[in-house]
């Protein structure tokens, strides 16, 4: 009886465990603690799925990690600092504090609350727009230039030999034997290992040059202090990029808050007109003139009771018809 | 008999990162490119934005300084705004523009405070999320072991200064994650996500601070402070306006008198 994996080469990937046991007589009954307890945890089933996750995966926090929705928010905020930022707020300002806000006691300062949950409806809504107008396409953009950063310059790939292309192809870039011949026999190999534009962000790339330099260095002979320090500049190297990458998706939110912050306060008005149908000082300000016209008409007028009611009545509905 | 089994059944597929590119179209992926070939170069390549990835190299989250200085500048916007209202009193302006400025202060220190605080509990979170996302998470934690002790065997040998690093999950990932994964598609969706995770703490955090907690608290005490000075102002003109009602009344007597 022939049994053959589809496509799919599970001795790396998704070993048995008696495999994995022959293979690894040390791991044998080892357990992979699972949130910092050492809780005994079976390995990876054939089918792919794993036994002992499944009780952690059952708990409260558990589904949240596994919901689609916490996957795409992570996903994001991985790509998009500034907006999943924003999009909090627009969660937290646009809707739980206005909620909270017109939510607590005190009848006095009612049209306070409101102005106040007005203007942090307008401070998540104007935050979650103009940040991920601004942001989304130039994060996109910068990334897509730190990518192209981070690859070998063509100088660096014209010096690469055959087999040192085949190499990386299948470690650095994942593919298979068939894919590698394919990349080869297209001459697509520089467009994937090579930069596309040489004039891209010097800043990246002159690190990028000087850690394949280093790690060239890194194949002679060497004492191990040298290469201890090599790794090291390395690791460094890689540090700083990284930390690039953070100040360009992050660095912009410097840049639009200040209009954002103007913005916000413009936006205010429309929010408490059209939302909470009120227009801050004219709504404080209607009844006053109304009430002390209605009680100088009744004076002067010496009405009976029922007119003065009629007319009390009749200017509290126009009124509240202005509001 | 031949049977073939298939690895890619629901669980594989669903838990190993979805390998589909995202679905922009191709008119926004060129924009994209044009926006970071000529929007991106020109506004970061500099040794400004350089000095600032070199001040926030190798801290945790680095993320978290740039929302304090996005909240700084916004206070400092509010602050200004107020300095320069012409309907409020100097004195009570002065007072208003300290009191943000100790505000921000206050909740600045306080989410530092609850980030720092959060980050045992979330990064036993982000290794669970680890743990339930990726098939092969054993293999790759007994792999880090491996490479760990053999940097430890190594840096006995070396001086304390020269010793390398052991690896964390996170910094071991970066480097050879690459060759656990199916293909670097599967790799770098995971990663992001790895990555989004660790920072969706701080601006959780941040959020919750700066839009929910302090506003929400500031509110009450703000609304009351509001109404004194309100009640105050009012006294203070009808004072005013009585006496200015009180002296023609006052002419008028001694005329009739």
Redesign the interface.
């Known amino acids: 009886?022939?049994?053959?994996?589809?496509n799919?080469n599970?001795t790396r990937?998704?070993?048995l465990k008696s495999d994995y046991g022959q293979a690894?007589p040390n791991?044998k009954n080892k357990s992979?603690d699972?949130?910092?307890q050492e809780n005994k945890?079976g390995?990876?089933s054939?089918?792919?799925?794993?036994e002992q996750?499944v009780a952690?995966?059952n708990t409260f926090?558990?589904k949240i990690?596994?919901s689609s929705t916490f996957?795409w928010?992570?996903?994001?905020?991985?790509?998009h600092?500034i907006a999943?930022?924003a999009l909090?707020?627009l969660f937290?300002?646009g809707f739980?504090?206005p909620a909270?806000?017109v939510a607590?006691p005190?009848k006095?300062?009612k049209d306070?609350?409101i102005y106040?949950a007005g203007h942090?409806m307008a401070?998540?809504i104007m935050g979650f727009g103009f940040s991920t107008i601004i942001t989304s396409?130039?994060d996109?953009?910068?990334?897509?230039?730190l990518e192209d950063g981070k690859k070998r310059s063509k100088e660096d790939f014209k010096q690469l030999s055959q087999d040192e292309i085949r190499k990386i192809l299948a470690?650095?870039?994942?593919?298979d034997e068939k894919d590698i011949q394919k990349c080869i026999d297209e001459n697509n190999a520089e467009k994937i290992i090579a930069r596309k534009?040489d004039?891209?962000?010097?800043?990246i790339t002159t690190r990028t040059d000087r850690i394949n330099e280093l790690q060239r260095k890194l194949k002679g002979t060497l004492t191990?202090?040298e290469r201890?320090?090599i790794?090291?500049e390395i690791?460094s190297l890689e540090?700083?990029i990284?930390?690039?990458d953070?100040?360009?998706k992050?660095?912009v939110?410097?840049g639009i808050?200040?209009p954002?912050?103007?913005l916000t306060?413009a936006l205010i008005p429309p929010i408490l007109k059209y939302v909470f149908h009120l227009e801050k000082g004219k709504g404080k300000k209607t009844p006053v003139p109304v009430e002390t016209t209605s009680e100088v008409a009744m004076n002067a007028a010496n009405d009976t009771q029922g007119i003065s009611n009629f007319m009390k009545k009749s200017m509290n509905d126009f009124a509240g018809g202005q509001r | 008999m031949n049977i073939t089994f298939n690895p890619y059944n629901s669980y594989t597929t669903s838990n190993r990162c979805n390998p589909r590119p995202q679905a922009f179209t191709g008119k926004y992926d060129n924009f994209c490119t044009w926006v970071g070939k000529n929007v991106s170069r020109r506004l970061f390549d500099n040794g400004f934005i350089d000095g600032i990835a070199g001040k926030v190299q190798g801290k945790d989250n680095a993320i978290k300084f740039f929302l304090i200085g996005g909240s700084a500048l916004t206070s400092g916007v509010y602050m200004q705004q107020t300095l320069i209202n012409k309907k409020m009193d100097k004195d009570r302006k002065k007072t208003l523009a300290v009191n943000q400025f100790l505000t921000f202060l206050l909740s600045t220190a306080g989410a530092l405070l609850l980030d720092k605080h959060l980050k045992t509990w979330w990064d036993k979170k982000k290794d669970q999320f680890f743990d339930l996302k990726v098939p092969n998470a054993e293999d790759i934690r007994n792999s880090m072991k491996q490479m760990n002790e053999k940097i430890k065997l190594k840096n006995e040998k070396i001086a304390d200064a020269d010793k390398e690093p052991l690896y964390k999950l996170g910094s071991y990932l970066e480097k050879f994650g690459k060759k656990h994964f199916l293909n670097e598609d599967d790799y770098k969706a995971f990663m992001t996500k790895y990555k989004g995770f660790g920072e969706l703490r701080s601006i959780i955090v941040f959020a919750m601070v700066y839009r929910f907690l302090v506003p929400l608290m500031v509110t009450k005490p703000a609304n009351f402070l509001c109404d004194k000075y309100l009640a105050h102002k009012k006294a203070k003109d009808s004072e005013k306006l009585q006496q200015a009602e009180l002296k023609p009344q006052g002419s008028n007597i001694k005329t009739a008198a």
Not at chain 1, 73 to 79: A, D, I, M, Q, Y
Request: hydrophobic content about 40%; glycine content about 8%; aromatic content about 10%.
């Open positions: 009886m022939n049994i053959q994996p589809l799919y599970f990937k998704h070993r690894n791991y992979v699972l949130c910092g945890r390995n990876i054939f089918s792919g799925g794993q996750s952690a995966a926090m558990g990690l596994k996957d928010l992570t996903k994001f905020s991985g790509n600092n999943s930022s909090i707020s937290l300002a739980l504090r909270a806000t607590l005190g006095k300062d306070d609350k106040a942090s401070s998540g396409p130039l996109t953009g910068s990334h897509f230039m470690e650095e870039y994942r593919m534009f004039k891209g962000i010097k800043k191990d202090a201890a320090a790794k090291k690791l540090s700083r990284k930390a690039f953070v100040t360009m992050n660095v939110d410097w808050a200040i954002r912050a103007a306060i």
